[in-house]
Nanobody, 120 residues
Framework: QVQLVESGGGLVQAGGSLRLSCAAS????????MGWYRQAPGKQRELVAS???????TFADSVKGRFTISRDNAKNTVYLQMNSLKGEDTAIYYC??????????????WGQGTQVTVSS
């Protein structure tokens, strides 16, 4: 069973920074794209940023220039550096990975979510 464990959420003032981390369990033998989604109250879950195994990133327009995404393939870990945070960034952030294990095919996995709250 694949597990994605997120950390780094919390409360921050507008203009501040946070760094989210997501580590995939050791049962994984390969990961394609990893990414971060977020869901604010009353809104649909949306893509924030993703990164391919080769390191090519994609960002939502709303976070371009403020957020960066990176990954450590040796550690099966993805990071989201969030700078110049705004109130509208407040949401639960979910880690996502397309991965496979020895026993399973390629599947999409989700973390449990970590709360990010930006106060004005």
């Amino acid at each position: 069973q694949v597990q994605l464990v997120e950390s780094g959420g919390g409360l921050v003032q507008a203009g501040g920074s946070l760094r989210l981390s997501c580590a995939a369990s050791e049962s994984i033998v390969a990961i394609r794209t990893m990414g971060w989604y977020r869901q604010a109250p009353g809104k649909q879950r949306e893509l924030v940023a993703s990164i391919t195994s080769g390191g090519t990133p994609t960002f939502a327009d709303s976070v371009k220039g403020r957020f960066t995404i990176s990954r450590d393939n040796a550690k099966n870990t993805v990071y989201l550096q969030m700078n110049s945070l705004k109130g509208e960034d407040t949401a639960i952030y979910y880690c996502n990975a397309m991965a496979r294990t020895i026993m399973s095919r390629w599947s999409t996995y989700w973390g449990q979510g970590t709360q990010v709250t930006v106060s004005s």
